[in-house]
């Protein structure tokens, strides 16, 4: 009878300790779902040109329609740093500037790599203001997926 109560009390508390995990998540009024210990960390991967570039930039903005304190770093190194370049426009003629200036204003960092500047002989004045720079942008990611928990994307 000992044992018998022993491992209901165990199952029980063992269904308690999954249900309260089954908890860890909550959803809000929008539908999403969200993190009660802080607010998505994610990193975004542009190397492939302006095609991806504009892709990349709907998926951030999307993100932080449903989630508004994402914190988002978009990192660009190779050919994926040319949409930050003073007037580059998307295929339909409108300046990646100006959606770069909306994301900026929501918290997004814009970050590019020096390495390509050098590789590519581009200088800092051939981008625009919103544009941050460091110094090696595979190097960034790995940096703010290892030591800053952020999570990885590539459109």
């Not at 802080?38 to 990193?43: A, E, R, S, T, W």
Request: proline share 4%; aromatic share 6%; net charge positive.
């Amino acid at each position: 009878m000992m044992n018998l109560l022993k491992r209901r009390s165990m199952a029980f508390l063992l269904a308690l300790m999954l249900g309260a995990g089954g908890c860890a998540t909550t959803t809000n009024t929008g539908g999403t779902t969200s993190n009660p210990i802080g607010p998505d960390k994610v990193v975004y991967h542009l190397n492939a040109g302006l095609d991806q570039a504009t892709n990349g930039l709907r998926n951030v903005r999307n993100h932080l329609e449903v989630n508004p304190k994402a914190q988002i770093v978009v990192v660009a190194h190779a050919q994926g740093v040319d949409y930050l370049m003073k007037d580059k426009k998307d295929a339909n003629g409108n300046p990646y500037e100006v959606i770069v200036q909306e994301l900026k204003n929501q918290g997004v960092r814009f970050d590019v790599c020096l390495i390509t500047l050098r590789n590519r002989k581009l200088d800092k004045n051939q981008f625009i203001e919103e544009a941050t720079y460091v110094p090696s942008g595979v190097a960034e990611i790995a940096r703010l997926q290892q030591r800053e928990g952020y999570a990885y994307l590539r459109p």
